[in-house]
């Protein structure tokens, strides 16, 4: 599976932004998938998380309530939209897609494959 994320930039305080990661490959319908990011100097985070069918859902306390992720398998592509951006949200963002074990996963460990990353920065 390849990634490719997209819809990055710069984004005023309290702006939104829909971040796109189109997936090449076969079976994208049984992977889970995943947003992480990186600020510097820092480590990568765990944002959010949905299953395959896109049934569940699970987010990090850092974006819970303010971001919605999504998918569509007929597109091979997964969507992160997040509002209410704050200057810490800025950093590379990244979609990584993972084998279904049945349960989410929030861990970095947890994806086989990876996107190249999107820079988002939030500053006026």
């Known amino acids: 599976v390849q990634l490719q994320a997209s819809g990055g930039g710069l984004v005023q305080p309290g702006g939104s932004l829909r971040l796109s990661c189109a997936a090449s490959?076969?079976?994208?319908?049984?992977?889970?998938l995943g947003w992480f990011r990186q600020a510097p100097g820092k480590e990568r985070e765990f944002l959010t998380t949905i299953s395959a069918r896109g049934r569940g859902a699970v987010y990090a306390d850092s974006v819970q309530g303010r971001s919605t992720i999504s998918r569509d398998n007929a597109k091979n592509t997964v969507y992160l939209r997040m509002n209410s951006l704050k200057p810490e949200d800025t950093a590379v963002y990244y979609c990584?897609?993972?084998?279904?074990?049945?349960?989410?996963?929030?861990?970095?460990?947890?994806?086989?494959?990876w996107g190249q990353g999107t820079l988002v920065t939030v500053s006026s």
């Open positions: 490959g076969r079976s994208f319908s049984n992977y889970l």
């Open positions: 990584a897609a993972g084998p279904n074990r049945g349960s989410l996963s929030i861990s970095v460990s947890g994806y086989d494959y």
